[in-house]
């Protein structure tokens, strides 16, 4: 063991900037669910999404991912979408081959803008089926959210449609589980237009702090049953005491209530 | 509490070079594992189970490493699931959760490593053996979120536990881990109670869908923790699929959607769609599936029903997309149709037409057109009869309650206008009323011979007009007598009756074709029902036509002109004295059609002749009324019947084949009376040596089982003994049990045992007769 953490020092040494980011690790404070969100294109909805949870007050360890076959934005006409392939084309050539193509249209609809914020976010577009669950995520050091990421594994994932849930649901089926790691899923059903993506992604956020709090409570109410004995067994309230898992039905109607032309949908699927 | 924060510090740092370098994990797991034990803190315990569940579960490391980790683990995982024992206090449930988690994940390369090793196995496989029962304990009582992963575990048990398939024998190393690994004589692992182990966990898997379990969290963690279990475990599978195609997701909508509160709403939304998504995905895998009608099906069922529960619930509906998904999914925008609004249609919704009222067509009118004040086709031409009367008598009493008063008192004005209109109008001369009735006048919706004649009064007298079916008696018409057709010769007569017999085997043809087709005959078309009581068949019933009207119909026709044509008349002479007889014909073509296919038409020759024989019968009695004695073939007083037996028999032994003597036997034993004649042409049969067997059978079978002909067939069968070398043998074995004294007459007893052997065979027609 001494061995071994002689090596982690050095190699903490070797990489100071990288704070405490272990799966689970830190004060019971600080922990923090793992979050991807998922739509088609992953470009508008699952993108505005993934930087509401990168760039909230407290950050979420976050990832995202498009269902489509390829990356369709819109083009000229509805006839005519500009498309381009998954995980090989980055954020920035979309944007220069569309600002050469035709800015004033492109920025007028909203693309230009949308890639460039995408751009600040990660590299480009991946797809979902594409995604090997539990290869650590090395490459992708740059992307907004990649704290807490770096096993390629999330607790959480949100949809912003329902098909994509349904794409989602069956790929973890075709799957079959091999890593038996529970894995909620939501839909949240958002327009694809850039103001409801807005929309979307805040109520997203709030349902992402909903959760991690109940995640968070959870594990604090154990914290304080030991420290406390065993009267301290009572002492947790009533919602943590019921469990993080057990809760997110209620959580999600809750927060239904709250958004309720956001429509829901929610399932506990495998890794 | 010790402070923690160094040591996770350095233990993360540990995980991040794992994380880049997977070769690394032997020798980091083995140096955490100290530091993550049961008795360490609770923040350590937290961070070494997720560590392990991370290491068993990651795709870098190879299952070679993985499995020999495994054997390392076993301890401290064993220390988080047995803290209660060894500590007094259950472990935190985050801990367990990732524990059970991991414990599934190193189950089946620990069962491997049972498998291949079984020397130093049995400690190993005891300890995991204790780990899966603690984890089994826990199952019911723990929290949520640890039981979902005793729900994966267990279905990884089950599927480890379960035969799979062995991809390639000589290479067990690429096999899936699976029950078919184990050899039959391991001695660690029986085979036989694992497997029944996994098919007691397997139940109790199942146990959340047959409840129909209302719990959201257990039923999708459940069914989406099966595929896995559809997908590769064949024997299982099928169980597996009744159960999810049997549970019912909708049990919270029972009591009305309008009782279920939001977190109801959503739980019921979400079992039902990981429902669909399960089906779905295993149709999507195997369209040809045996279930695969049945999936379909109750995938729409599902949406169907998920759809009607929340019809009423608007608010959680998703909208209609005011734009492109994607912009670019034409399907997907809302279809704007101009013709129709919310299903009515635009009559529905302007009632009353631009004019109004509308202006009445020229010419002479009916009441039914000056009372009709809608413009709608469909409306004018519907016949209010048409409606039964009880429901007539349910609709009127609303319809009058809910008239609107200023629109009857509209209809009524508009009424009074068009009669002061019409009054106005100059009188139409008939001439002027036929034109407008010959010409164009499209939508006539009344008699025109109605309108010529009486279309002067139609409007002259509007009050006194009359449907027109009343009127129709004016053109009252004369009886029309059609003129009798010259009487036809001898020759043209002949013609025609042949052209007539031919079209009825025609239709019999055709009929026979029909069964052959398998085709199911309509009951409806078939107008003869003779003697079948309208259940038979149509060929059946035909051929009872074609039979009758070959023995009774046209007997005696040309002799006796009388009025009342008595039935079974005298028809003895019916055939002979004419060059041409419908029913000579008839019957002649009825036994060609018999002898076409004797095998398959031996009912129809055996249907004739018994017409025949009762209708002789008939005949007979009717001739001798004061004669209380009864007509037989040999008295010669059935004269059709005998002809006809005999020719049928003559035919029929000339086709039959050595094997057909089941229809020699079926014919002699149907037919309704035979006598030596008959016989005759049997012993004749007899005369080829190879259907010496099938004459003598059909001998023993009448004397067995036709008493009224013993003695005849007796007689037949010892003229046979006698004259027939051939047949001496046979005839003897009949004669040695109903002859027996003749043949200790003649030879000299040297067929003892034929003879008890015939006793035996016997047997049975001593008791039916």
Redesign the interface.
Known sequence: ?D???T???Q??RQRPG?P???????GSGGFKLKFCTVC??NNNRSMEAHLRLTTAPSPYPTISFGT?SLV????PS??Q?NVYHFNSTSYAAMYNELAAKDQRLYRANGILPMLERNKGVKWGPERWQDW?????R?EYKTDKGYMGT??G?VDIVITC??RC??AV??D???R???????VHVFNV?I???HEEALVGGKAILELADALNGAAAE??EA??QK??GGMNGFDSGHAGAR?????R???I???W??KW??L????????? | ?TDTGPI??????????V??DPSQYS??VQ??L??IGANSP??LR??GA??L??TF????VSAEEKQKLSLLILDTLRGYFNRKDDLG?ED???VIKSAV?CA??IYPLIFRHTISSPNDSPEVWRKMAGIKSAILRSMDTA???VR??CV??VS?VVQVQTPGLIADPRRPEHNEISLALVPRDHPVLQPSQLEAEASGLLDRLLGVLQDDSVE??SV??T???L??LV??RASIATKVLLTVLNYNPLRLAMAGVAAM???D???L??MT??TI??L??VL??NPNHALAARLQQRVEQLRHSLVSVYADSG?????A????????D?NKRIRVDSETTNGTTPMQQHPQPTVWPPPLPPGPLSIAQLFTLSADRASIGFHVEQIPQPIVQQLVPPLLRSIDQKKFNDAITAIQYRLLSLAQRPPVSALQAAQAVMGEDEDDDYDPEAGLGTGRDQVMNRLDQLPPENQVEEVALAPFELEASPPLNDYELEQYGKVAVLRVFGTLAELDGDMKMGRRVDEERSFNKLGLGGHGHEREGWITLLTRLATRSTFDLDERNSSIKQENDDRTVTAKNHSFSLADKIRASLLDYVMADFRHRIDVAIAWLNEEWYTDRLAYSYRHPESSAKPSMTEGNLPNYTTHCLRTLELLTTYLDVKDGRYLIRFLSEIPELDASVLERVKKLADDPERVQMATQALLYLIMLRPPVREVCIDAAEALWRSNEDAKGSAAKILAKWRPGLLGQDSVGGKKEDATGMKIEAGPSEISA
């Open positions: 063991m061995h071994s953490g090596e982690s020092q190699n903490t990288e405490d980011a272990g799966a689970g690790s830190g088609a294109s489509g369709r934005l819109p083009g509805i006839s979408p090997q669950v539990g290869v650590p090395a770096e096993a594994t449609e329902e849930w349904d649901i069956d973890l089926l075709t079959g589980s091999p890593l038996n790691r529970p059903d327009k694809d237009n959870e594990r154990w914290g030991t420290g019921a469990g993080f898992d057990e997110v039905p209620d999600l109607a809750e239904q209530e309720p032309t429509p829901a949908l929610w399932t506990l699927a495998w890794f | 509490m996770l510090k350095s233990l993360s740092d540990a995980r991040s070079i994380l880049g020798v980091v140096g955490v100290p530091l609770l923040e937290r961070w997720d560590f569940a991370e579960a990651s795709p870098v206090e935190d449930s985050a988690q599934a994940s929290a949520a979120g979902i992963c994966k575990f990884r959201a969290l999708t963690a069914l989406n923790s595929s896995i997908q590769r509160s939001g977190k709403r959503i739980a939304k979400s769609r990981t998504s399960f779905l995905n999507k895998r608010s959680h509906k998703r909208p997309p005011d734009e492109p998904t994607d912009g670019l034409n």
